[in-house]
């Protein structure tokens, strides 16, 4: 990798959407990952874009500038992820379209706006890959994926909050309650649906299967994945992770920090067992840079961002010219590999 030239300004200037190009992390255009930035989505396998709203926060306002935070820690993931052994972007077409527009001043026009965003992605055949904005930015991009995957989605939904609170209010913007709005309009089934990380209280959870942060840390991250294969099985899934679901330590950089959650090494052993899902959208929301400490925030945003691309490109398999999964490089085994243990 050290003997190629670099490059500069990649965002614009690669020549095509698929692979990695050497470009200092210090400088250029940012886009997520170093993807071309582009609205044209002829032959793109993944669409990363930002929703970038907080009009729908409680507490601490800030995800408007998450997509930005993600996008500049993304930068040094631009080559093969560890430990899949493979960069995604060369086994996927992956562009970052840049960011949905929203007007602040019109937050009725919000829900839709974000709809008809994610609609003109779908519309291509792509997957979306989205950075949040807060967390009710999922609501719309669910049903937009509803309308083109049908009705109802699962979820599998990592949080420090279960966003199931009651609120019958149609026109509210609301990062706590927009999964009981989808829930009661039956845009995901909460039997096939799990969320992984809670640690608030809620008193009724919609009958959504809730494996909390304390039962992570009692099972353990493959034990949690295995639970989440189990209930999801072969249904169309929305993955949606909210930073807030990792630890403080991990994740200060966000609206509604909660104590005890999970590592980020813990979240990244559960994800890189979701290999099997049938994921037909992903997300990660809630991550606020004002709040931030050394953008330690803004770098796990951009890992889970990185790992949910390996995910996709772990499904697509590694043709004829990428390393396999696990490979041996050089003289040494890379001591280090993926989980061995998922489900068939
Ligand atoms: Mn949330
Ligand atoms: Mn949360």
């Not at 250029?28 to 071309?36: C, D, H, P, Q, V």
Request: hydrophobic content about 40%; glycine content about 10%; overall charge negative.
């Amino acid at each position: 990798m050290t003997d190629t030239p670099l490059a500069g300004d990649t965002a614009i200037t690669r020549p095509t959407i698929k692979g990695h190009i050497r470009e200092n992390t210090f400088a250029g255009i940012l886009s997520f990952m170093r993807r071309r930035y582009t609205k044209d989505l002829a032959g793109v396998d993944v669409v990363v874009s930002g929703v970038p709203l907080d009009l729908a926060t409680t507490n601490r306002p800030g995800a408007r500038f998450g997509p930005a935070g993600i996008r500049a820690a993304s930068v040094d993931l631009n080559w093969e992820i560890y430990p899949w052994g493979f960069g995604p972007c060369d086994r996927l077409g992956v562009i970052d379209y840049g960011d949905c527009v929203l007007d602040p001043h019109r937050p009725d026009t919000i829900h839709d706006s974000i709809v008809a965003h994610a609609r003109t992605i779908l519309a291509s055949g792509a997957t979306m890959l989205t950075l949040g904005g807060d967390h009710y930015i999922t609501y719309p991009l669910l049903a937009a994926h509803a309308e083109k995957h049908g009705k109802p989605l699962s979820i599998v939904h990592f949080d420090a909050h279960s966003d199931t609170w009651p609120d019958d209010d149609d026109k509210s913007l609301n990062h706590g309650t927009m999964f009981y709005k989808a829930v009661r309009e039956g845009l995901i089934d909460p039997k096939s649906s799990v969320q992984v990380g809670i640690r608030t209280w809620n008193g009724d959870c919609l009958g959504v299967n809730v494996f909390g942060a304390d039962w992570v840390h009692e099972h353990g991250p493959a034990a949690t994945a295995a639970k989440v294969l189990d209930i999801v099985g072969d249904r169309p899934v929305y993955l949606t992770f909210d930073i807030d679901c990792l630890d403080p330590a991990f994740a200060p950089g966000t609206g509604t920090p909660v104590s005890g959650g999970l590592s980020a090494a813990q979240a990244y052993a559960i994800l890189r067992r979701l290999v099997p899902v049938r994921i037909i959208g992903m997300d990660v929301v809630e991550v606020a840079p004002a709040y931030d400490h050394a953008e330690i925030t803004s770098l796990a945003g951009a890992q889970i961002a990185a790992e949910m691309l390996c995910l996709l490109g772990a499904q697509r398999g590694s043709g004829s010219d990428a390393p396999a999964v696990g490979s041996e490089v050089g003289e040494h085994s890379q001591y280090g590999s993926l989980p061995t243990d998922k489900v068939e």
